[in-house]
C-alpha cells in the first residue's frame, strides 16, 4: 500500500503562483509513475502532468504546459507540482496519483483547493 498526502494548495490571484506538494509514504519501491490530475465540479478528473521517478521524464496536458512544472524528490518520496501565471480556470481541486504505469494510478491523495481569484 501507498499513502499519498497533498498539500499547498489555496487561495492566489490570476497571475500569481502556487508549488503543491504529494509525500508518498509506505511500499514506494512500487510506485513508477506519478501524477497530477484536476477535477472541478460537474467535470471529469483532468490529468495535469506526469513524472517517471527513476528518469525524471515528464509529460504535461497542453492547458497547464509551460505554466506548470512537476518534479520529484526520491530522497524525499515528494512530488512537486509548481504552478506560475495561474488563470482562473486552474481552479479545481488538485490530486496527486501513484502507479507502476503512465495512466493507471491505483493510489490516489485526497486533493487539496486551488482558487485563482480574477
Known amino acids: 500500500q501507498v499513502q499519498l498526502v497533498e498539500s499547498g494548495g489555496g487561495l492566489v490571484q490570476a497571475g500569481g503562483s502556487l508549488r503543491l506538494s504529494c509525500a508518498a509514504s509506505g511500499n514506494i519501491a512500487s510506485i513508477n509513475v506519478m501524477a497530477w490530475y484536476r477535477q472541478t465540479p460537474g467535470k471529469e478528473r483532468e490529468f495535469a502532468a506526469h513524472i517517471i521517478r527513476s528518469a525524471g521524464w515528464t509529460v504535461y496536458a497542453d492547458a497547464v504546459k509551460g505554466r506548470f512544472t512537476i518534479s520529484r524528490d526520491n530522497a524525499k518520496n515528494t512530488v512537486y507540482l509548481q504552478m506560475l501565471s495561474l488563470k482562473p480556470e486552474d481552479t479545481a481541486i488538485y490530486y496527486c496519483?501513484?502507479?507502476?504505469?503512465?495512466?493507471?494510478?491505483?493510489?490516489w491523495g485526497q486533493g487539496t483547493q486551488v482558487t485563482v481569484s480574477s
Open positions: 496519483a501513484a502507479g507502476t504505469r503512465i495512466g493507471s494510478y491505483s493510489y
